[in-house]
Nanobody
Framework: VQLQASGGGLVQAGGSLRLSCAAS????????MDWFRQAPGKEREFVAA????????AYADSVKDRFTISRDNAKNTVYLQMNSLKPEDTAVYYC?????????????????WGQGTLVTVSS
């Protein structure tokens, strides 16, 4: 599986961004998809996850009620809608794919990574 993330950029605090991650292959719906992020000097952390069917999702406490993960299996794409952004959301955001659903999985359990897209939130 090859993943291509996009949609990052510079936004003011309180603003919104939508990240996209396009996947290759014809078995996209069989993969659970995650978003992780890594801020400068910090470890990569889980942000959100969605099951292969899109019927279930999970979020880190830090983004719950502000971020929404979704997917369109017909387009082989997963999205992360980010609202009410805060400066502490500044990070490189990575999409990830794994053949099994693992809510809040650690990074080492991920099977495939995208290249990352930078989100910068100014105060």
């Amino acid at each position: 599986v090859q993943l291509q993330a996009s949609g990052g950029g510079l936004v003011q605090a309180g603003g919104s961004l939508r990240l996209s991650c396009a996947a290759s292959g014809r078995t996209f719906s069989t993969y659970a998809m995650d978003w992780f992020r890594q801020a400068p000097g910090k470890e990569r952390e889980f942000v959100a996850a969605i099951s292969g069917s899109g019927g279930s999702a999970a979020y880190a406490d830090s983004v719950k009620d502000r971020f929404t993960i979704s997917r369109d299996n017909a387009k082989n794409t997963v999205y992360l809608q980010m609202n009410s952004l805060k400066p502490e959301d500044t990070a490189v955001y990575y999409c990830a794919a794994s053949p099994n659903t693992g809510w809040g999985r650690p990074p080492y359990e991920v099977h495939y990574w995208g290249q990352g897209t930078l989100v910068t939130v100014s105060s």
